[in-house]
């Protein structure tokens, strides 16, 4: 019987893989079929793939470990809503550049102060990032001199008041904030204690 001829066996390798904004580890010169590494992405970036480790195969590493821009999930918006949400909703998370409508709940309003707006997704999250905003009316001012017709005012808006005489605001405050909770303090003038 013959001896069958032998040939040098090469291995199957896979070289460091190269990740533009992001890291892996365990570090190595070269890595095994089967070897794997487990990979980050920097800050504003995310995994490509679902999952965040990639193996060594003969075709080099799978899923390739890339990162790219962070994507954005389905916006939360608060005192609002996405337009047709439960239908888009399949659709995220979303790449930088999309939009979609909203509109706001009662009482708030959008960043256009129309009935629909557009929200953004931006390399920095959504804008605008407070979508929905409390809409206060100034239209009375109880032991105070009221406008003569009522104003509307945005969340952190202030207005100036003036109360009648031996009356003030709640601690001595001469200014009202239009806060998401509404009028602050209250458009109450209280007696001064003397």
Request: with cysteine; glycine share 6%.
């Amino acid at each position: 019987m013959t001896a069958l001829p032998t040939y040098p066996f090469t291995e199957m390798t896979c070289d460091p893989p190269h990740i533009a904004n992001g890291g892996y580890s365990p570090k190595r010169n070269t890595y095994r079929l089967e070897d794997e590494v487990t990979y980050w992405c920097k800050d504003g970036f995310y995994p490509v793939t679902r999952g965040s480790t990639a193996k060594c195969t003969r075709t080099g590493w799978e899923p390739p470990p890339r990162c790219s821009f962070k994507q954005c999930d389905i916006p939360k918006i608060k005192h609002g809503s996405l337009y047709r949400e439960i239908v888009y909703s399949l659709y995220f998370p979303v790449t930088v550049g999309r939009w979609f409508y909203y509109s706001c709940d009662a009482g708030f309003v959008t960043d256009s102060q129309e009935f629909w707006d557009r929200i953004s997704c931006t390399r920095a999250g959504w804008s605008p990032a407070v979508p929905c905003r409390r809409q206060c009316i100034f239209n009375y001012l109880e032991n105070g001199y009221s406008p003569s017709r009522q104003t509307k005012h945005i969340q952190g808006d202030s207005i100036k008041v003036d109360c009648y005489p031996g009356f003030t605001l709640q601690n001595k405050q001469s200014s009202l904030t239009c806060t998401e909770s509404g009028w602050d303090p209250p458009p109450k003038c209280i007696a001064v204690s003397k």
